[in-house]
């Protein structure tokens, strides 16, 4: 064999060994993206629940992700078949209509004492014992069909039912596990109950996979399960409270998001709106924002502070130096429809 032979022969060998390794890296990144893809493949799942549309986005390496998003939808109804005050089976119901003690699970203490603590810490701008108040509004049992049949009830009304309002009238038996509403208060959970089964159902996800991605939107308000793809932002859509689309953009990888709104239950009379946030002072709907929204870490603090900033929003200096405190970010549209915004809001508005 020639010298040159030789060398043609080595220089072969190193072109097959070059272009071996070439394939190997083009064959790992396929794999790689393919894998990525196979990881993070979303399984989306919808109901009617709450009185509004639950949509769960998940994705899950530990388990079949429609299972897990069955879980969710489970654990709203089983939440909402227990606190929804207007259903009689509920132990809300019970309460509401019983003039003694009645003795309650551990869940229901906690929930109710949770809820008169936040009671507490709004100054009584987010109230649970406004039942009397709501169904006089015809807001217990309204839907966009019945809006037209609703009427402004009298002021002497309002009056009577303000007389049997307020979370002063909750009392609560901590060692035996009982609660008795006082002057005929009836319990209406629907600020925080969307919140609590956010967590609730977030909970029950993390502990059988606690890398799970994806979110929970309840009628939007939203608890993001895990970051997009394990690893990017969510971007969550602020709805316009007049009008259609969007008026800001949020980004967001953990937490929860709340929007407490005008638009969302509302009749009109002579050209006013009449909507379903009530002002616990005056037994009026609240009237001087058109939407409220409150990121937090918890999804009960958005919830509840989302309608507390909706009630309270005549005093934005209380709300911008309160809320940050409590660990939540505001922004809101004023009834004239100009916008303010906490500090720490801004930084979820863009990517950083
Ligand atoms: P949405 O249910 O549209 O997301 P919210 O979270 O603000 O809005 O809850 C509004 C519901 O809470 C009302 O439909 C009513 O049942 C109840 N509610 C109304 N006003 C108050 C208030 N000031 N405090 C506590 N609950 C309220
Ligand atoms: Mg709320």
Known sequence: ??????????????????????????????????????????????????????????????????????????EFERIDQKFDPYNPESVIYKINHSNDWVDVDKETFALIEAAVGYAKLTEGAFDPALGRIITLWGFDDFSSKNASSLTVPQEKEIKKAL???????????????????????????????????????????????????????????????????????????????RGTGSIDYIYMKEGSIATSGDYERYFIVDGKRYHHIIDPQTGWPASYARSVTVIARDAVAADVLSTAGFVMAKDWRYVVVHFPELGAQVFMVLSDGSIKKSEGFLAYERKP
Do not use: C
């Open 163 to 241: 007389q049997m309002s307020g979370y002063q009238n909750i009392v609560l038996d901590r060692e035996n596990m009982r609660i008795k509403m006082l002057n005929g208060a009836q319990l209406d959970l629907g600020a925080i109950v969307k919140g609590y089964a956010l967590e609730k159902s977030y909970n029950i996800v993390k502990s059988i996979d606690k890398d799970a991605t994806g979110f929970i939107d309840a009628g939007g308000e939203i608890k993001i399960i895990g970051p997009k793809y394990g690893k990017t932002f969510w971007v969550i859509g602020i709805k316009n409270p």
């Open 1 to 74: 064999m020639r010298f040159s032979d030789r060398k043609d022969i080595l220089k072969t060998k190193n072109v097959i060994l070059i272009s071996g390794v070439a394939l190997l890296i083009i064959l790992s990144v396929f794999a790689y993206l393919i894998w990525g893809k196979v990881r993070f493949i979303y399984y989306e799942a919808t109901e009617f629940t709450m009185g509004t549309r639950i949509r769960v986005y998940i994705s899950s390496d530990e388990m079949n992700p429609k299972d897990l998003a069955n879980m969710v939808l489970r």
